[in-house]
């Protein structure tokens, strides 16, 4: 389904991906880890087409992305959705014209449609009767529901979940993170996730990839990470301080090379 090879992107003198090479089956979810600052969200960005790499290919469904036209990139856009670190819910609309406002932006669907679809994809991720909340009103893990809704709204073959368990409670993190399992299995979507919550990853991945110094430096199951020997990768799912990686290192690489 999705098809990365040699992906190279740099701002100014910070190599953020660097030859990166990656392959996502159709229906599968493939969670990236890496520590923040590593490139996860560049990675994601550069897929949808929000940045444009430097160098390198990025097929989707066949289609090389990277030399398309804005209005071209667009319809394969109307194929895929992302789901923002923080939500990114306008705080002056309530749930329903959050949930609705990419549909009647993109879509041409009558009143009834729109509003049966937003009822039946906020009752998808947990919740009932709420469309005329106010994000002000809601806790965090429901304003991830209400994102996840809106993304679903669209109906697509694709999604993006950018950190999604990042800044929730552990619970409300579980719950997030059997959504996204169920979600894969009942609409059979490809997903990418990016995080460096570990339980979260292994929870909801088929496969794992680990990004580090701008490529994937080892991939595998969850039980195959789990048990790796790879000392960059080991560091990494157990959350030590010593060894390869070093606290300061986000700084160093890319700058001084
Ligand atoms: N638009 C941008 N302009 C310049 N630098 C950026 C931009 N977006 C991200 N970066 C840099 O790229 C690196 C990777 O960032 P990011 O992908 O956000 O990391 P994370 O893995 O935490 O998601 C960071 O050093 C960040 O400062
Ligand atoms: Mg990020």
């Known amino acids: 389904m999705i098809e990365i090879s040699r992906l190279c992107k740099t701002f100014g003198s910070n190599i953020v991906l660097n030859n990166l090479n990656l392959t996502i089956p159709e229906g599968e979810t493939k969670v990236v880890i890496g520590r923040s600052g590593t490139g996860k969200s560049v990675l994601l960005k550069n897929i949808i087409g929000i940045l444009k790499p430097d160098s390198g290919s990025v097929k989707i469904g066949g289609v090389e992305v990277t030399s398309l036209s804005e209005r071209e990139y667009n319809k394969i856009r109307m ?20 949930v609705a406002f990419v549909l009647n932006e993109f879509m041409s669907l009558d009143e009834k449609t729109v509003r049966e679809r937003v009822a039946k994809y906020l009752a998808m991720v947990g ?4 469309e005329h909340m106010m994000p002000s009103q809601l806790s965090g893990g429901m304003k991830k529901r209400v994102s996840l809704a809106r ?14 368990t990042t800044g929730v409670d552990p619970i409300t993190a579980d719950a997030i993170n059997n959504l996204i399992v169920e979600l894969s299995h009942k609409l059979k979507v490809t997903s990418i996730v990016v995080t460096h919550d ?8 088929d496969s794992i990839a680990m990004l580090y110094h701008g490529q994937v430096i080892a991939e595998g199951t969850p039980d195959a990470i789990r048990h790796t020997t790879h000392p960059v990768v080991k560091q990494f799912i157990h959350g030590e301080a010593q060894g390869p990686i070093t606290e300061d290192e986000n700084l160093i690489f890319g700058h001084i090379k």
């Open 79 to 98: 194929k895929m959705g992302m789901v923002f670190q923080g939500g990114a819910l306008f705080d002056s609309m309530n749930v329903a014209e959050n």
């Open 127 to 130: 919740l009932q009767k709420i």
């Open 151 to 164: 993304v679903l709204c669209m109906e697509p073959e694709i999604i993006f979940y950018d950190e999604p």
């Open 198 to 205: 570990m339980s979260s990853a292994y929870k909801v991945a």
